[in-house]
């Protein structure tokens, strides 16, 4: 089945506690990205990745990292989690290419919750 | 830079009763234009889209038409059904591969 998987789907932690969220997909998709979703808020972009070892920011980009050396993973790291980075966490892929106007596959999302 | 607009909920409904939910757009070019739909603890998928001006896409009874000279996209069904209610995001997409979602609208169906 074709799908995005994330883990985990649920994590309380405590700020400054390092963590990382993985995602993983497999329909062999170039494009890779993070959002996340916040009332009132509708999602915005973190990172986004056109293919290995190519990442780029998004809209929100502080305080996360990236990286992506499989074309599958695009893992987002936390090196020092805050509360205001308490929210919903969706991972999409796409096909690239010129056209660029393929859909976007989300994952289930990781509600993430820092004390 | 490109932007989407949508109407604030949320909005209540009851069962068989007509939607609209208002879409208007901002962007370079010609974009692509969705709308989601993301169901109670789920991810989001892909509810319709439409690609060039005058498209119309559907799915599920669903519809809306790309409508480039008032930059809109709205979201329409005839007879919505409790199974309808979740939140709805309008995106477009411009050059590239990046999507820019609106602020998603809640829908709730009563019997």
């Known amino acids: 089945e074709a799908q995005v998987t994330q883990n985990p789907r649920y994590l309380i932690t405590v700020t400054g506690k390092k963590l990382t969220v993985t995602c993983s997909q497999n329909m062999n998709h170039e494009y890779m990205s993070w959002y996340r979703q916040d009332p009132g808020l509708g999602l915005r972009q973190i990172y986004y990745s056109m293919n290995v070892e190519v990442t780029d920011k998004g809209d929100v980009p502080e305080g996360y990292k990236v990286s992506r050396k499989e074309k599958r993973n695009f893992p987002l790291i936390l090196e020092s989690p805050s509360p205001n980075q308490t929210s919903l966490y969706f991972c999409?892929?796409?096909?690239?290419?010129?056209?660029?106007?393929?859909?976007?596959?989300f994952g289930p999302g990781t509600r993430l919750t820092v004390l | 830079g490109d932007s989407v607009t949508q109407m604030e909920g949320p909005v209540t409904l009851s069962e068989e009763a007509f939607l609209t939910i208002n879409c208007t757009y901002t962007a370079t070019g010609y974009p692509s234009l969705f709308w989601y739909v993301q169901y109670p603890g789920e991810g989001l998928q892909l509810l319709l889209k439409?690609?060039?001006?005058?498209d119309k896409g559907s799915n599920k009874g669903f519809e809306a038409t790309y409508r480039k000279e008032t930059t809109s996209f709205h979201l329409e069904k005839g007879s919505v059904q409790v199974s309808d209610s979740a939140v709805y995001f309008c995106a477009l997409r411009s050059s590239g591969s990046r999507l820019t979602f609106g602020e998603g609208t809640q829908l709730t169906v009563n019997p």
């Open positions: 999409a892929s796409s096909w690239g290419g010129l056209s660029g106007k393929g859909e976007q596959f």
């Open positions: 439409a690609t060039k001006a005058d």
